[in-house]
């Protein structure tokens, strides 16, 4: 248990609904990614957040996706107006990035996913 | 040629014996590099990060090879428990505050066969 939690680990919807995915990392991490992962392939970078800020969106994420981390701790990923191509396993991932530190410090710890099925 | 490229395999080898991944990447401003591993149906985890001259961690060994741009994974003396997808990482951009983003390539799969 590497001290990353999400919820809900599997989420099973219809075509057309939303879903909210939450993810808590670890408590001293300031940085947070959130990823896509389906059969077969690596991991698929999805966005991060330095504490509250949003720094980069992936291409992947479409207009129907947003990421959320208000406060800067947990993190919110809803997909609205789901699609079956939206089906994957979605990992969230935190880390401990200083400025000016080396890239040692951007070793990332995963949480355990949530599995979304889009029927 | 794609940003980090593996070998998807999978590697079928048998116990005890001596297993090696290449990772290679196609920015050559690329500046951090890792292992992760990753169970079936599990997330991934961190194996090693790759440094410019080379690090050891008991049967693992990771090299980086900047100048043809490449990583490598060595496992010695393989165990059943090392069956896994084996996933190599690289950031991109020199570490800084604002980074861009991290690539993992697509795996390999690795059986050790008893």
């Known amino acids: 248990d590497t001290g990353v939690s999400q919820n809900p680990r599997h989420k099973i919807t219809k075509r057309g609904q939303n879903v909210t995915f939450r993810c808590d990392p670890i408590?001293?991490?300031?940085?947070l990614y959130w990823y896509r992962q389906t059969l077969g392939q690596g991991p698929e970078f999805l966005t991060y957040?330095?504490?509250?800020?949003?720094?980069?969106k992936s291409r992947l994420l479409s207009d129907r996706f947003s990421a959320e981390r208000p406060k800067g701790s947990f993190s919110t990923l809803e997909i609205q107006r789901t699609e079956q191509g939206d089906s994957a396993m979605y990992l969230c991932?935190?880390?401990?990035?200083?400025?000016?530190?080396?890239?040692?410090?951007?070793?990332?710890?995963f949480g355990p996913g949530t599995r979304l099925t889009v029927t | 040629r794609k940003e980090v490229e593996q070998d998807p395999g999978p590697f079928n080898v048998p116990e005890g014996a001596t297993v090696a991944f290449n990772c290679t990447y196609s920015?050559?401003?690329?500046?951090?590099f890792f292992w992760y591993r990753q169970d079936c149906r599990k997330e991934p985890k961190l194996l090693m990060s790759?440094?410019?001259s080379g690090n050891e961690d008991g049967r693992f060994t990771a090299q980086l090879n900047r100048a043809s741009q490449y990583i490598s994974l060595l496992i010695r003396d393989s165990k059943l428990s090392d069956s896994a997808t084996y996933l190599c990482?690289?950031?991109?951009?020199?570490?800084?505050?604002?980074?861009?983003?991290?690539?993992f390539g697509k795996g390999t799969r690795l059986h050790i066969l008893p």
């Open positions: 790759v440094y410019s």
């Open positions: 991932a935190s880390s401990l990035v200083l400025r000016g530190t080396s890239g040692s410090l951007h070793e990332q710890y």
């Open positions: 920015n050559s401003a690329s500046q951090s």
């Open positions: 990482v690289v950031t991109p951009a020199r570490p800084s505050y604002r980074d861009d983003k991290i690539i």
């Open positions: 957040f330095q504490n509250e800020a949003q720094l980069e």
């Open positions: 408590s001293e991490h300031n940085r």
